[in-house]
Structures are given as structure tokens and as C-alpha cells.
Nanobody, 127 residues
Framework: QVQLVESGGGSVQAGGSLRLSCVAS????????MGWFRQAPGKEREGVAT????????AYTDSVKGRFTISQDTAKNSVYLQMNSLKPEDTAMYYC????????????????????WGQGTQVTVSS
């Protein structure tokens, strides 16, 4: 079993910041691909940021580069998404994901079915 517990979502004004947290249980993030995905109503789930193993290479979708940062605290078995300069188009349900993926798959930002998912946390950005 794997469990991902998320927190940090909320409503903010454009230009504001949020920090999402994801705590993994029953396994170590050091041996997994960790990522953040989002899905807005009527749209497909898209990869926002991924990290291959704890402290390893990262990938970001173009729309968030320079604004979002994925990071980890291995001792706490946690992954974070720092979201700065938020825009209304960032509004979505954000999901933490963990999976036993190879490097290329992990960094592709694709929402592979073998990911385990958190329950999601809503991020709403107003103009």
C-alpha cells in the first residue's frame, strides 16, 4: 500500500503564493518518482512538476517554469510545490503523485496509470 496526504491548497489573488505539501507513507520517496499534476474542469490531467528520486532531476511544464519549484525533505518523506506569481489559469485541482517509474517516464510529465495519487487539493486564483 501507498498513501499520499496533501495539504496547502486554497484561494489566493493573482500574483500570490501557495506551498503545497505531500507526505508519503509506507515507502520512501528516495526510490520513487514524485510529481504534482493538476486538472481543471473539462480538461485533461497535466503534469506540472516531477522529480526523479529524492533530490534528483526535475521537470516542469512550460507554463510554470520560473514560478513553481518542486522540492523534497527526505527525512520527512515529503515533497513540496512552491507556487509563486500565481495566475488565474493555474486554477485547478492539484494532485500529488508517486510511482515506480524510470527516469525518462518520470520526467516526461505524463500522467501514467501506474502512479499512485493523493486525493487532490483545490487551488483557486482570482484576478
Amino acid at each position: 500500500q501507498v498513501q499520499l496526504v496533501e495539504s496547502g491548497g486554497g484561494s489566493v489573488q493573482a500574483g500570490g503564493s501557495l506551498r503545497l505539501s505531500c507526505v508519503a507513507s509506507l515507502y520512501s520517496i528516495s526510490s520513487t518518482c514524485m510529481g504534482w499534476f493538476r486538472q481543471a474542469p473539462g480538461k485533461e490531467r497535466e503534469g506540472v512538476a516531477t522529480m526523479y528520486r529524492s533530490g534528483g532531476p526535475t521537470a516542469y511544464t512550460d507554463s510554470v517554469k520560473g514560478r513553481f519549484t518542486i522540492s523534497q525533505d527526505t527525512a520527512k518523506n515529503s515533497v513540496y510545490l512552491q507556487m509563486n506569481s500565481l495566475k488565474p489559469e493555474d486554477t485547478a485541482m492539484y494532485y500529488c503523485a508517486a510511482g515506480a517509474l524510470l527516469r525518462g517516464a518520470c520526467l516526461s510529465l505524463a500522467p501514467f496509470v501506474n502512479y499512485n495519487w493523493g486525493q487532490g487539493t483545490q487551488v483557486t486564483v482570482s484576478s
